[in-house]
C-alpha cells in the first residue's frame, strides 16, 4: 500500500506566496517521478511541474519562473513553491507519484486527494 497525502494550501492574496508540500509512504522500492498537478473548476486536469529521478523538472509554460519544485528523495517528499501567485492560479492541486512498489517491479501512479489553493484579486 501507498500513500500520498499532500499538505499547504489555503488562501492568498494575487502576489502573494505558497508552499505545498507532498509526502509518499508505504511499500515503496523506488519513487521514479513526483508531480504536481491541477484542477480549476470546469477544467481538464493539467500538469504544473514534476521532477524525475529527483533531478530533472519540467514546468507547465504557465508558472515557469514563478513556481519551483524540489524534491527531497531521503524523505520521499515533494514541494512546490507558488510565487507571485494569480487568481488564475486558483484550482485544486494534486500530487502524484509515479511509484515502483517493493511488491514488482511495474510502475504505478498513485495521487494524493487533493489541496485547495484559492488566491484572490
Known amino acids: 500500500q501507498v500513500h500520498v497525502v499532500e499538505s499547504g494550501g489555503g488562501l492568498v492574496q494575487a502576489g502573494g506566496s505558497l508552499r505545498l508540500s507532498c509526502v509518499v509512504s508505504?511499500?515503496?522500492?523506488?519513487?521514479?517521478?513526483m508531480g504536481w498537478y491541477r484542477q480549476a473548476p470546469g477544467k481538464q486536469r493539467e500538469l504544473v511541474a514534476q521532477?524525475?529521478?529527483?533531478?530533472?523538472?519540467n514546468y507547465a509554460d504557465s508558472v515557469q519562473g514563478r513556481f519551483t519544485i524540489a524534491s527531497d528523495t531521503g524523505s520521499n517528499t515533494v514541494y512546490l513553491y507558488m510565487n507571485s501567485l494569480k487568481p488564475e492560479d486558483t484550482a485544486v492541486y494534486y500530487c502524484?507519484?509515479?511509484?515502483?512498489?517493493?511488491?514488482?517491479?511495474?510502475?504505478?501512479?498513485?495521487w494524493g486527494q487533493g489541496t485547495q489553493v484559492t488566491v484572490s484579486s
Open positions: 521532477v524525475t529521478d529527483g533531478v530533472t523538472t
Open positions: 502524484k507519484a509515479v511509484v515502483i512498489p517493493s511488491t514488482g517491479w511495474t510502475p504505478v501512479d498513485y
Open positions: 508505504g511499500s515503496i522500492y523506488s519513487i521514479k517521478k
